[in-house]
C-alpha cells in the first residue's frame, strides 16, 4: 500500500540553524502539505502545495519557512534560522484528486525537531 | 474563519464499552468535508474517514460508526466494544470547499484522548 515517508524520523539542531526536512509523497498523489504539532497540542496547517506554487499558508509560515519540490518525488520544508518555539512534530501528507473539493490527507509518519 | 471543537480531553472506558467522540465545527461555507484521524501512541495520523456536507448519510465501518448531523454542527465518532488498541488520540477535522479538485487545508480540532482498559 503506497504510503507517505518522511525522514530523518528525529532532528536534534541548535538554535540558529537551517534545517531541511524531507518527505516522499505518495506518487500519484498531487497536493502536497506540511503541518506541525507542538507536543501535546493540535495539529496546525503551516503550508499547501500544487503544480510547484504554494498554494495556501498559515501565519506560522513566514520567511523563515519554504519549501521546495525538487524532483519528481521529494517534497522539503526548509526551516532558515531555527528558534526554540520551532520544537516539533512536523508531517508531511499529500492528497489526490478530484471534482470533488477535498480528498482525505495521508499523512507520513512524522519527523520530530529538537531545537536547543 | 472555520473552527472545530472537541470539548472532551479525555475519555477512560472499560473494554467493550461503547464510547462517543464528540466533534463540533464552524464554517461559513456551504460546501465542506469532515473527517477522522486516530493518532495511536507511536504518532502518525491514520485517516479514518472523510464526510462531504451534502451527504448526511450516517455511516458504520466494522466497530466503527459516524452521526453527521448538520443541524447542529456536529460530526460525532462512535467506537463500538471498544478494544485496548483503540487507545489513541482522535482528530476531528474540516475543510472548506474553496478549491475545487483538493488542495484545501485541514483545521484540526484538539484531539480527544481515548484509553481503554482492561
Known amino acids: 500500500e503506497p504510503e507517505v515517508t518522511q525522514t530523518p524520523s528525529h532532528q536534534v539542531t541548535q538554535m540558529g540553524q537551517e534545517v531541511i526536512l524531507r518527505c516522499v509523497p505518495i506518487s500519484n498523489h498531487l497536493y502536497f502539505y506540511w503541518y506541525r504539532q507542538i507536543l501535546g497540542q493540535k495539529v496546525e496547517f503551516l503550508v499547501s502545495?500544487?503544480?510547484?506554487?504554494?498554494?495556501?499558508k498559515s501565519e506560522i509560515f513566514d520567511d523563515q519557512f519554504s519549501v521546495e519540490r525538487p524532483d519528481g518525488s521529494n517534497f522539503t520544508l526548509k526551516i532558515r534560522s531555527t528558534k526554540l518555539e520551532d520544537s516539533a512534530m512536523y508531517f508531511c501528507a499529500s492528497s489526490g484528486t478530484g471534482t470533488s473539493g477535498a480528498y482525505e490527507q495521508y499523512f507520513g509518519p512524522g519527523t520530530r525537531l529538537t531545537v536547543t | 474563519a472555520q473552527k472545530v471543537t472537541q470539548a472532551q480531553t479525555e475519555i477512560s472506558v472499560v473494554e467493550k464499552e461503547d464510547v462517543t467522540l464528540d466533534c463540533v465545527y464552524e464554517t461559513r461555507d456551504t460546501t465542506y468535508y469532515l473527517f477522522w484521524y486516530k493518532q495511536p501512541p507511536s504518532g502518525e495520523l491514520v485517516f479514518l474517514i472523510r464526510r462531504n456536507s451534502f451527504d448526511e448519510q450516517n455511516e458504520i465501518s466494522g466497530r466503527y460508526s459516524w452521526n453527521f448531523q448538520k443541524s447542529t454542527s456536529s460530526f460525532n465518532f462512535t467506537i463500538t466494544a471498544s478494544q485496548v488498541v483503540d487507545s489513541a488520540v482522535y482528530f476531528c477535522a474540516l475543510s472548506e470547499g474553496l478549491l475545487t479538485g483538493g488542495g484545501n487545508k485541514l483545521t484540526f480540532g484538539t484531539g480527544t484522548q481515548l484509553k481503554v482498559e482492561l
Open positions: 502545495f500544487y503544480n510547484n506554487e504554494i498554494s495556501e
